[in-house]
Antibody, heavy 121, light 108 residues
Framework: QVQLQESGPGLVKPSETLSLTCSVSRGSISDGNYWAWIRQSPGKGLEWLGTVYHTGTTYYNPSLQTRITLAVDTSKRQVSLRLKSVTASDSAVYYC??????????????WGQGILVTVAS | EIVLTQSPATLSVSPGESATLSCRASQSVNTNLAWYQQKPGQAPRLLIFSASTRAPGFPARFSGGGSGTEFTLTIRSLQSEDFAVYYCQQYNDWPRYTFGQGTKLEIK
């Protein structure tokens, strides 16, 4: 079973860019896989942020379209998330997960353990 | 955006009994609905997809049903490890996936 592990800073200042990495192990990062980022906060609950295909094609939640960038590095077996111009409302636990493409693969399985990111000065 | 409303917010049930959780969509999602189980300090774990297909690792006492706008998750003969928060998620509206707010299943 593929395993996912998020990493990155736990504290980001307002207006700066949040950058996280998801390392993929015990499975292929390619082979038709899609990789998603999802966040969870007390105020907004669970929110799908976007999905990246192993080729680099990206799909974003329209609500974040102008601020989010996802990428995949197959040589490093990593998926990355960049979210710019963050505010306190971006504070959340961020998860990476496999899946999240149209209706054909719209669910998420498995998930990483998550990383808590706080936006504060 | 499709809004998913889960009810009840909290459900208190005794071990050995059954529990039925509800997820209602603001518009039809066909059968493009998943359920997740989340325990404290852990990530959500896929339980059901396509409204009624059980994910590997979950026993047959978990079952999902429904289509369109009304969905249920039923757990028979509740075990101690089943007490958790359950979320539904629709993936019919691409790229606007949404989740419900969750139902906390607690021990009575």
């Amino acid at each position: 079973q593929v395993q996912l592990q998020e990493s990155g800073p736990g504290l980001v200042k307002p207006s700066e860019t949040l950058s996280l990495t998801c390392s993929v192990s015990r499975g292929s990062i390619s082979d038709g896989n899609y990789w998603a980022w999802i966040r969870q906060s007390p105020g907004k609950g669970l929110e799908w942020l976007g999905t990246v295909y192993h080729t680099g094609t990206t799909y974003y939640n329209p609500s974040l379209q102008t601020r989010i960038t996802l990428a995949v590095d197959t040589s490093k077996r990593q998926v990355s998330l960049r979210l710019k111009s963050v505010t306190a409302s971006d504070s959340a636990v961020y998860y990476c997960a496999r899946g999240g493409f149209h209706t054909s693969w719209g669910w998420f399985d498995p998930w990483g353990q998550g990383i808590l990111v706080t936006v504060a000065s | 955006e499709i809004v998913l409303t889960q009810s009840p917010a909290t459900l208190s049930v005794s071990p050995g009994e059954s529990a039925t959780l509800s997820c209602r969509a603001s518009q039809s999602v066909n059968t493009n609905l998943a359920w997740y189980q989340q325990k404290p300090g852990q990530a959500p774990r896929l339980l059901i997809f396509s409204a009624s297909t059980r994910a590997p690792g979950f026993p047959a006492r978990f079952s999902g049903g429904g289509s369109g706008t009304e969905f249920t998750l039923t757990i028979r003969s509740l075990q101690s490890e089943d007490f958790a928060v359950y979320y539904c998620q629709q993936y019919n509206d691409w790229p606007r996936y949404t989740f419900g707010q969750g139902t906390k299943l607690e021990i009575k």
